[in-house]
Structure formats: structure tokens, C-alpha cells
């Protein structure tokens, strides 16, 4: 009964006529960005957080039109995936792999209409999974002491350098290099400045948002730039769209299945999405076998990944409210988001401020219905987007970015040091490296150091109170697990690569 009267009150948030409409425009921008190859919800987020503030939005708006575009953003990735072979983002990739070839058949309508279909029910799922789950883990939340979060901390590195990474050294550097920028700043303890080079604009530390919209926004105007916008031709040309009721009549159990295993995958600290989207289509293979087709454009080859993608969606959200650990790369976003608005995720977030995460929960559930309605009728209109040049998108990033950072802070040492992290995640990305991991070495920085000063000063500098409950000893070894267990299965976790014309 707690659970019907929390949404009742969310409802009474989400349903006024001014988030409605941040939640509709949410959902319009997000499916625009994730329909775009490369934007990605990481990078439409990032670069949209800015004008939360310059709007002079109040917490519960920020979060509802902030969300609404993540879950656009995960619908959007379809698009380009089906029509061009080119992933919108990384989880979007999977559903190339049989949506490209129902597209090169002449089925393009079908496989848009029923991946659309499939990410409503993996990411309604998921939204009453994190209805039912959430309020659950934050009562076991209150269990957490300093030794506790910091194994929860050092699980979310681990887990990002594990499951979610090709490559678990390079993934460690990049979150050494995110706890290295964490650590710029006047030390809270002593007064002492640490790793500021004299320099009296980084005494306050590096502000988050700036190295999020550097790392990404600005990092991908290089990328631009470098390949003079290549790759947004539309190859495949959408004739009349109908809704294929037989397909997805055919696919209800594969949508249900595949919800589940992405929503659980979304869970792990730092799985996110594209782990989501991999085990559902990888699972249901395993089902269908060699005479279900998958990879030859079968229907449930679409709807699988997308289900499960979406559905990760939400599950990432969990641990972000709950623990204040994201589960993914836009949760991180979405998480520095948070903390700039003075909302500590945790357990004690559904007590202290009920109307924010139950609005936010109701908002998502509408956010779903509006971009399912908006998804299958008007998918034409986002397929004119993509052919939209990129010499007159990419200048619209830059000014969006910039402006955004110059009315938070109105520094112009933060538009250098925005530029700077652009240069550090070009090279990134050139080496491989991921940079979410820095991302979350930026976030969790700080509250890692300080959980770990706790536990030091309530155990007398004993560093064995560190593994001295059985939660930490539990999280400590699915952190070494987590790190460890993909180098011995790097086989069986090899993704599919994308078909090639």
C-alpha cells in the first residue's frame, strides 16, 4: 500500500502541466540525440545539463526533462542501427546485427515499429522494477558504514573495468586518472592544497559538469572535425509504416525474457546498458538456436536487444537512487546532475525528499507512454533528422556547450579547463581508453577518500576493519570477481561484430 500511495504522489508531480511538457520535450530532444550515430544518451545528457540551470529549473523539473531525454536517447539508438548500420550508441549495437538486414529486406517499418514496441516493455519493466526494488535496497542500505561503501565504491571501479570493458588495464587507468582529478584541491581535512600547481582557480577542485561536457561534448566536435562528418548518409529508404501486429504478437515472450535479464544486468554497478542489450540477444539465440536465424534479420533479433537495452535503463537507476553508485555512463551523467542540485542519492533519499524520486519514477512511466505514442506514428520525422548536416548540428553543440558551462560558473579558467578535458578525451578515445571510468573516478572520488578516512579513524588505523563485516567481505569479492572473472571469459562474452555492406 506504501508503494500506490508514494506513486499517487508522484503522480501529483508528474502530472501538472508544466513537467508534462519538460517530460514530452525531454523525450523529443532524447530520441533526436540517440537517433544521431555517436551523440549517444551520455553525450545528450552531458550536454543538456547546462540548460537545466540556465532555465533556472528546481530539482524535480531538472530530473524529470534530464531522464526523459536518457530514456529518449535509448529509444533513439534504434533508429540509426536499422536504417544505416551505424549504432547510435554502444548498446544500440546488437540491434544492427538483425535490424539492418529486415531493413535491406524491405521491412525498415517493421523492424522501427517493433524495436519501438520492444523498448516500451523493457523499459516499462524496468520502471516498476525499480518501483518495487528500489525502496527494498534502500532499507539495506542503512547497513552501509564506512567499509561498506568503500567496497561498494571499489566494486563499481572494478565492475567498469570487468564486464562493461574490452580491456581491464586500460580501464583502470582511466579511473587512477578520474580519482587523480578527484584529488585536485584544497584536502578537506588539512587546508592543504594538493595537485593545484599554485593555481588559484582549481583550489575549489574540478567542477564535474565541466569534464563531462569536455569528455564528451566537446571531445566528439573533435571527432568531427577530424572526419569532416562523414557517415551520416541514410542508405536504406523508409517506404509507408505499418505496425506488424504478427511480429510482435510472435515476440512477447522474447520482449518479457529479455526485459528481465537487462534489467538485472542494469543493476551491477557500471554493467549498464550495453551489457543489457548483449546478454538479452545472446540469450535468446541460445534459445531459438541455429534455426531461429539470429543475424539473417529476424524479428526477435530486434526485439531482444532492444528490450533488454532499455530495460538496463532503468535497472541502472537502482543502485544510482539507492546507493548513489551509478549503474551505467549516462546514470553517472545523470548522478552529477544530482549532487549539483544538493540531492544526496542514498537511502535516505525516498525519506527526505519522496516527492523527487517518486515524481521522477511517474514521470518515467509517463515518459514511456509519450514515446511510444511519439516512436511509431512519427518515427518518419526522426528519420528526416539524421539527414540534418553535421556542419550545422555540430556548431549547435559547441555553442550549447559552451554558453551552458559559462552561465554555471561564469569563468572563463572552466571554458579552458572544458576545452582541456575535450583534448584529454579525444586522445582517450584514439588510445582506447574508456571515459566513463574517468567519470566516475571524478564522482566518486572524493566520497571514496572520505570513506575510507572514516573507516580509518573508527578502526584506529586497523586496515583489516576494512573486510570486517560480512556485506564488505561479500562486495570485495565480487569486486575482485567482477575484475578478474572476464579475462577467463573473454571468449564467451565476445560480442558479435556488426554486418558490413
Known amino acids: 500500500m506504501d508503494t500506490l500511495a508514494n506513486l499517487a504522489l508522484g503522480f501529483s508531480v508528474a502530472l501538472s502541466p508544466y513537467t508534462l511538457m519538460l517530460a514530452v520535450i525531454g523525450c523529443f530532444l532524447g530520441t533526436i540525440i540517440g537517433a544521431l550515430p555517436g551523440l549517444g ?6 550536454i543538456l545539463i547546462p540548460i537545466t540551470f540556465t532555465l533556472g529549473l528546481d530539482a524535480t523539473s531538472a530530473l524529470v526533462l534530464m531522464t526523459s531525454v536518457y530514456y529518449g536517447a535509448m529509444y533513439g539508438g534504434r533508429i540509426s542501427s536499422i536504417l544505416l548500420n551505424i549504432p547510435g550508441d554502444e548498446p544500440a549495437l546488437m540491434t544492427t546485427l538483425d535490424g539492418y538486414p529486415m531493413a535491406k529486406a524491405g521491412r525498415a517499418g517493421d523492424a522501427l515499429v517493433l524495436s519501438g514496441v520492444a523498448s ?10 525499480l518501483m518495487l526494488l528500489a ?27 570487468g564486464m562493461a570493458s574490452n580491456n581491464q588495464a586500460k580501464s583502470a587507468i582511466a579511473s587512477c586518472i578520474g580519482l587523480g582529478i578527484a584529488m585536485i584541491g584544497v584536502d578537506n581535512n588539512s587546508g592543504i592544497p594538493r595537485l593545484t600547481g599554485g593555481n588559484m582557480h582549481l583550489a575549489d577542485g574540478v567542477d564535474f559538469l565541466v569534464a563531462i ?49 537487462g534489467f538485472f544486468a542494469g543493476i551491477l554497478p557500471g ?28 524479428a526477435r533479433g530486434v526485439a531482444a536487444p532492444e528490450a533488454g537495452n532499455n530495460s538496463a535503463a532503468g535497472g541502472a537507476l537502482v543502485p544510482m537512487l539507492t546507493l548513489g553508485v551509478p549503474g551505467s555512463g549516462t546514470t553517472a551523467v545523470l548522478l552529477a546532475l544530482l549532487m549539483t542540485l544538493n540531492i ?19 514521470s518515467l512511466l509517463i515518459a514511456n507512454v509519450v514515446l511510444l505514442l511519439m516512436n511509431v506514428p512519427m518515427v518518419k520525422v526522426f528519420v528526416k533528422i539524421l539527414s540534418v548536416p553535421p556542419a550545422l548540428l555540430l556548431p549547435g553543440v559547441t555553442m550549447i556547450s559552451f554558453v551552458g558551462i559559462y552561465s554555471l560558473s561564469g569563468s572563463y579558467f572552466d571554458l579552458l579547463l572544458m576545452v582541456a578535458f575535450g583534448v584529454l578525451g579525444y586522445f582517450l578515445r584514439k588510445l582506447d581508453v574508456p571515459t566513463v571510468p574517468v567519470i566516475l573516478g571524478i564522482l566518486l572520488g572524493g566520497q571514496m577518500e572520505n570513506a575510507l578516512r572514516r573507516a580509518m579513524v573508527l578502526s584506529d588505523g586497523d586496515p583489516m576493519f576494512l573486510i570486517s563485516s560480512p556485506i564488505a567481505i561479500g562486495l570485495w569479492i565480487a569486486a575482485i570477481a567482477g575484475f578478474i572473472a572476464p579475462m577467463f571469459l573473454r571468449g564467451l562474452l565476445r560480442k558479435p561484430q556488426a554486418l558490413t555492406d
Do not use: Q
Not at 527494498?136 to 567498469?160: H, I, K, N, Q, S
Open 41 to 46: 544518451p551520455s553525450n545528450g545528457v552531458a
Open 120 to 129: 516500451f516493455v523493457g523499459a516499462f519493466l524496468a520502471t516498476v522494477g
Open 135 to 161: 525502496p527494498m535496497l534502500a532499507r539495506v542500505a542503512y547497513l552501509f558504514g564506512p567499509a561498506e561503501y568503500f567496497a561498494l565504491y571499489l566494486l563499481a571501479f572494478c565492475t567498469l573495468g
Open 213 to 261: 561536457v569536455g569528455l564528451f561534448a566537446i571531445a566528439e566536435i573533435f571527432f568531427f572535425i577530424e572526419s569532416h562528418g562523414k557517415g551520416t548518409a541514410i542508405g536504406v529508404k523508409l517506404d509507408k509504416v505499418t505496425i506488424p501486429w504478427k511480429d510482435i504478437f510472435d515476440c512477447k515472450w522474447t520482449m518479457l525474457r529479455a526485459s528481465v535479464v
Open 271 to 298: 554493467a549498464g546498458a550495453s551489457l543489457g542489450s548483449f546478454m538479452a540477444y545472446m540469450s535468446e539465440k541460445a534459445i531459438a538456436g541455429k534455426k531461429g536465424g539470429f543475424g539473417t534479420g529476424v
Open 344 to 362: 544526496t542519492p542514498g537511502p535516505t533519499l525516498f525519506t527526505d525528499r519522496p516527492e523527487v524520486v517518486w515524481g521522477l519514477i511517474a
